[in-house]
């Protein structure tokens, strides 16, 4: 298992921008596909973007389609989330997860590594 912690979330109004990042040590990173989840209140966690770990192969939510961007730095065993244009509806419990298996997938099942999850909270 790889351990994950996410930063960066906080409160923002809508239209601002936020970067989360996610560091993972205990195994090799690059081993790993590495996905963002978000879970609203009263919500399932659902899916936001997924990387896999080389070559890079990217997916996203369409809810996040255009605002969203992922990336990974296997050097620093870091994956970042940066959102753009952020909505009301974005505000949840941002969570890091990874994965061994080369293939993206959008299940939270599909994840044996997971972070302790950041708060962000989009409101006027």
């Known amino acids: 298992q790889v351990q994950l912690i996410e930063s960066g979330g906080g409160s923002v109004l809508p239209g601002d921008s936020l970067r989360l990042s996610c560091a993972a040590s205990g195994r090799t990173f690059s081993d790993y596909t590495m996905a963002w989840f978000r879970q609203g209140p009263g919500k399932e966690r659902d899916f936001v973007a997924v990387?896999?770990?080389?070559?890079?192969?990217?997916d996203y939510a369409d809810s996040v389609k255009g605002r969203f961007t992922i990336s990974r730095d296997n050097a620093k065993a870091t994956v970042a989330l940066q959102m753009n244009n952020l909505k009301p509806e974005d505000t949840a419990v941002y969570y890091c997860?990874?994965?061994?298996?080369?293939?993206?997938?959008?299940?939270?099942?599909?994840?044996?590594?997971w972070g302790q999850g950041t708060q962000v909270t989009v409101s006027s």
């Open positions: 997860a990874a994965k061994t298996s080369k293939f993206i997938n959008r299940t939270p099942g599909a994840y044996g590594s």
């Open positions: 990387i896999s770990w080389a070559p890079s192969i990217i």
